[in-house]
């Protein structure tokens, strides 16, 4: 990703917090947004993610980390003021994945690939007509095409700004980027662009699978 074009999209396991906060050690604001939150785990994580989003930002913009400032919107999305730069953030447990992108409004999502039990009731709900006749057909495989296809309707609808129920609008309007040979993940990324764009997929601290305790 040079600075000023492409997107930038990368996914980490946040229960390897203690490499990730000694690298971005957490900013105050990350500190005070958690305070909130009972869990301990789930606390913890919530830091550890705004640290790998610190880091990624920093990476796009060919800064420290310590360098860069993240605010929030009234809706809780993530803000880089004055950087030119739109970023998004998704936790899944003790997965995390970031975004950021220099064309346009980016979105992004990740899945653990599981066994739905409403799996075809969200499907069919949610999924474009192409993506349902899809899933129909995959057999064994129905949860990692169920998991590749809600990660790219959830990163769509972040990078427009519209909720699931205008999801497959949302596609057709963004362009969508899967990372592929991540076999246990859904991982996608979206970018509100008419034109292609170069994507770099990073996976820092991603241990690997089965990932217990998710």
Known sequence: MSRGTGLLAEVADLDAWEDLLEEVPP???AVARSQGIRDEVTRRRA???HSMLRRLIAGALDVEPSEVTVTHDDDGRPLVPGAGLWVSLSR????????AAWDGPCGVDVELVEQWHDLDDVASEYFPNHALDELRRAGSAAPWVFASWWTRIEAAAKAVGVGLESAAGALECT?????DGTAALGFAASVASTSLVDVEWRTNHLMPPPWSGI
């Open 27 to 29: 900013s105050p604001e």
């Open 47 to 49: 830091v550890a993610s």
């Open 92 to 99: 899944r447990g003790r997965l995390c994945a970031g975004s």
């Open 175 to 179: 362009l969508q980027y899967e990372l």
